[in-house]
Each structure stands twice: as structure tokens, then as C-alpha cells.
């Protein structure tokens, strides 16, 4: 009883205690920096200071000490960046200037096979300006004496780029024309420089534009020619990210940059959880409006908070997202028991114990209690909680994904490591290790405790086919999207398990602990690397077109999409989108649907933004008169929410389509829906006389849904071009969350079976 009254005591210490914390921590004095965002750039770069400076005496509650700007964006919009009160910062958010306020947060991080896979061959017929294209990539900076960037046979960067090489330890080149790095608070870094220490920089850079480098290999893995998808594009290199994180206003600060110095595509592999649900409180969601403005695409990635539904970052509608999928090759390593029983799971594993048998233990079993562990703090092989004298020379078998470092420690011959269900990705580790399903691990568990001197090898791993490629591996960011529901996020996707490409010498190839190997050529996974697919592909298309909108490009990828199947993805679209990209398809697309500057001021008026605000982001003079429904923006994907389950829904969509295939010809709608659900399409034939002439459509779904979520597609088809749109139509058991859903399965069955072991003991 006291032991009862004791934990309560303690609960309610720690309530008081962490209400405490909050009232302490919603202070109106306590001054915190905001990234205040006042639009297009209208005046000069002094008047815009002192205009910004005036904005900011404004709202001071203490007169007397003046506060300073931080930052100012001046180049492609205006903005700047000042330490507020809470107070200060409301009061900033209704000042007449001001489109928004939010916090400055800090952004995480978030091959090449991976081309052919795609049917992409290094011998695809290419423009001939490729090497007109410039690719900005805002991320960790680069290794500039990578091969993937040496600048053999580049001419001087195209008259029109006006961007700096800001480095004082390496010159640039004709491949790399442009380095700036964005610093706000000092650290610890090694050099305060574009140069990419941390090497998710120079891998993204690599995948999209870098030179091929043949005879590749990681550790032996992946042999082959690693490239670029713009092999010959140029790169401006925008560093934002630090040992520290990548901070909101650094970001900003490069895209202010990035789209006066004249980028063509911004690659963005950086990502964090959607805060705010405005599409102006956020630095990417601002940048890449700005960046269209001028007729500059933005890729970036889902990101890597897979497989929860609305998981997907960066979802501006001005912008492409792009999922993860996998290839046709996977890293098996297998692991053989004393027993000779096999096992099969998933590393990056050169190290080679000779098929030699080790002793084996369970991390359960070797807890270090001198500092104060026992086997349930060890399971999970945190550092410091294995006993090294137990665990030194043998096979340590640990739960989760956090036991490499330990196990390095402690000298363990190798690891063998408890995972998760889905395995789909492989990782290398700083000794034999091997990555297995939960339930075979179970099955090793049993082995250890059956046996008085249990054994196992782990043998290096083979590079096998995936028959199943491609699908969406669990990590990468699922839809409905969580700014603008009618808005299909991800756009698509491109490969992102186990890209191979180039990787700074410094780095050494893992983050664990006792890692020391490096490598100029690393295997990484993530949205971070899909994310650089779509630049080059992008880049690629554009090159054939230098004409063509961000829009329009977006559309080409997307229509040309390779499908993908909803029966191995089961959250379908809001996995993939419309599918994975086929950048030499895309080059011509047939028809494609343009949204503009103008298109996406009206979609605004229709999410209620006012008139005021939205005449401080654009040049054009708007009246909120016509405007259009989120449903009728001119995206190639349509989304429809049911309002309720199983109950009668219906919905329109507007779309224009722009012809940019053969000048006569006549496309005929095609319609795939599942039972249930009608999909009409008015007018259901488009007849072009010209190129460059728009016919509009009216898409209708009406029905009642089975399933929560519903695949379906639009193709106009003329003979030659299909344009493929995806469709998804949905109901709010699709926003649950898939764990809900197990969950409550999981108790139906336990329910069943407690009444029938109850009748059965009856
Ligand atoms: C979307 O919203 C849900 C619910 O508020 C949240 O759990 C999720 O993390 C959000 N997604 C992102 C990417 O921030």
C-alpha cells in the first residue's frame, strides 16, 4: 500500500513539475527568432531595410533598446528575421505588411543502377543544351573533389548565371559554378564552408547531376557506373545544413539566392513535421512559390516518417514531392545457427567470419549492472549496457536498431539484430552484422536458450534480384496531405533503397559509433535520394524545353509515370502518387496541364486567403472574384475525401490540358474504377487542331466506397501519347492510421478466441 501511494506521489510531482515547465515556457518575455515573410520584393535593397527596420520598431514593446534584424531577404521576396516576444510576433502577424509569422525551426536531413532501372541507359539520346541547365541543391554543400564533378569537357557556365563560388578551400569549376554557405549561429564545425563534411550533400549532388564514374563499387557492393540523371547539367551548391541541423532561416536565405542567381531546378532533401497549416509558415513552401514565380522548379522530398498516413513533408502545391521506391537489387546476408539452420536478412556486410562458428548470446543476457543496467534496459544494447566480459568474441543478438555502437564496443565478434516486420533497406555497420525479420530473430531466441553453448556465423552479403521492385518502402512519407487535402502528396516516385553514389572521404560510411571506414562512393537510402532523381530527370526534360513551366514539367513527369501496383502498396497513391518517374517518356508527354502564377493566386482565394495578403506576394492585380476550389487547381492527380463512410459521395474537378503532342489529333478518355464508384469525364473526346491550343474538362466521381481507400485513373489515349492521371478517393478510416486499424483487428481476434476457448472449456 505505502509503494502505491509513493508512485502516486511521484506522478503528481512530475505533473506539477511539467506545468511548471509549460507556464514557464509560454513566458511573454521570453524572445524566441521568427521569420517575418512580407512578400515580393517591391523597393530597393536600403529602403526595403529601413521599411522592415520601421516594421520592427513597431511592434517593440520596449522602446527604448532597438531591436535588430538578423536577416533580410531582398533578392526574389522580401522578408527578414528578428528575435521577438510572443506578443511582439502576434502583433507583427496583423501588421498590414506582413503576409506571415512563424518560429525558425530547424529542418532534418532527410545509385546507380538505379537509372537503368528506370529505363534510363547512359546512351539516352540528350538535348544538346544540357549543359545549360543549372541544378541548385540546398543541402550540406559538396565534395568537390569527387569524380562526379570534375568538369572535363564543360564549357564556362551559361552568361546568364550570376551566382559567387563563396569557398576559400577549394576553387569552383565548370561543373560546380556557384557555392555559398548560410551560417546564423556559430558551432563547432570543422570549416565554416560550402564543402560537405557530413556527405548526404555530395551523395544528393552526385544523383542528380554528377558525371559518370565508372567501375564503382561500395565495400565491393553495387559495382557498376554511378551518374548523375543530368550528367552534364551544372551544379550551384546552396549549404544550409551543419552539424547542428539545417535551420528554416538559412534555407530561406538560399532560396532568396538560389532563384536570383539563376538556377533552373532546387533539389530540397531536407524535411520537417508540418507545423503550421498555412502554406506561408513554411520556408520551402514560401521558397518554391517564389521559385515558380520565375519560373524555377522545386523537387523535394516526402520525407522519411513512413508508413503513418499524412506523413508527407513538403507538400506546397507549387512544388514536386516525391516518394521512395526500391530496385531490382537487395543485399541478403545470411546467418547459419550451430544448429545448420538458416536465416536470411538484410545488411551491407564484407566483413568475412569464414563460415567459422562464434558463441552466441542475447543481449538480454549480458546486461552491464556494474552500471547499473539489467536485462530489460539491455535488450535494446544502449551505450554502456552490455558486459563486455560476457559479450567480447561472440555474436550478440540485440532488439532494435540502435546496437551497432555497443556491440563495437564491447568487442562483439558480430550483431545480429532484432528488426521490424518490413526490411527494406540495407545498412553497413561497423562489424559482421546482419538486419533480420522480428520473427526469425524469435526463432534465434528460442535456439540461444534451448542450447548450453549456442553458436552462429554471419557470412558476407550477395547482391540478389528483387522481383518485386518496385514498391514503397515503409519509411517513405504517405499522404492524404495535411495543408491541402485535395492535393494528391507524393507527386511520384524514384528510387530511394539503396542508392549507391559519391560520398566525401571524410565521412566515414555509418554514423555508429567505431565506424572508421571511408569511402569516396557510399550505399544510403531515403526520400533524401528519390528527391535528386526527380531534379535530374527534371533538368533532363527541361534541357529538350527550356520553355516550359515548373507546372508543366511536373505534369510531363507525372503523366508519364509508370504505374504502380495498389495491390503491393496498400495506402496506393498516398504511397506513390502517380506512380515511378520515366524521364525519357517525359520528354514528350502529349498533353500536359499547366498551373500559373495567376492559378495558384486564385486557388489561394479560395482556401480563404485575403485579397490584402495575397497582393503582397504577387505583381499582378487579383480580385478573389473568380476564384477556383482546392479541387480545382490544374494538378495532374485528382483526390477525393468522402464525407462520410459508406455513404453516397459525389465530386467535380475542372482541368485545362494544354496540347504539346502532334498538332491534329484526338485523345479519347479512359476510365479505370473499382465497383461502386462511376468516374465521367465531359467532354470525353478533345480534338486539337494546333499545338499549343487548351481544351477544358469536367471529371465527376460518384458512388459509395468499400474500402477506405480507392484507386482509380484517368488516361487520354490519341494513338500515341497516354496521359495517365491518377485518382484517389478516400474516407477519414484512411487518416486513422494503419496502427489503429491492426490494433483493433488484433482485439477482434483476441475477443473471437477468448469466446472460443471458452466454449470449447464449457
Ligand atoms: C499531420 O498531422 C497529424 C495529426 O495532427 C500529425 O500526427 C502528423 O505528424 C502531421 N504530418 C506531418 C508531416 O507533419
Redesign the pocket.
Known sequence: MEGTSFVYLLLLLVNISSLLLQCHGTSKDELKTYIVYTGKTMDDEVSSLARHQNMLQEVASSKQESKSILKHYKRSFSGFVADLTEEEANKMAVHEGVVSVFPNEKKQVLTTKSWDFIGFPINVERAQPESDIIIGVIDHGIWPESQSFNDIGLSSPPSRWKGPCQAFDFHCNNKIIGARYYKSKIDKDLSVSPRDTNGHGTHIASIAAGNPVSMASMLGFGQGTTRGGASSARIAVYKVCWSTGCEDMDILAAFDDAIADGVDIISFSLGG??TADTHFSDALSIGAFHAMKNGILTVCAA?N?GPNH????NVAPWAISVAASTLDRKFVTQVKLGNNKFFEGTSLNNFDLKGELYPLIYSRDAPNKEAGFDGDSSRNCPINSLDEKLVKGKIVLCEGNEGASEAFRVGAAGLLIQGIAYINVAYSFPLPACYLHTKDATKIRKYIHSKRTPTATIFKTNELRDTLAPEVPSFSGRGPN?VTLEILKPDLTAPGVDIIASWPPLSPISEFSGEKRTLEINIVSGTSMSCPHVSGAAGYVKSFHPTWSPAVIRSALMTTAKQMSPTYNQDAEFAYGAGQIDPVKAVNPGMVYDATEIDCISFLCGLGYSQSVLQLITEDVISCFDTVSARDLNYPSFVLKAPRPKHHLSGSFKRTVTNVGLPMSIYRAIVTVPKGLTVSVNPSVLSFTSLGEKKTYVLTIEGKLKKSINSASLVWDDGNFQVRSPIIIFDERAEKGESTKLYCINFIYIVIFNLLFYIIIE
Open positions: 513535421k508540418i520525407g516518417s499524412a506523413s508527407v513533408m495535411n
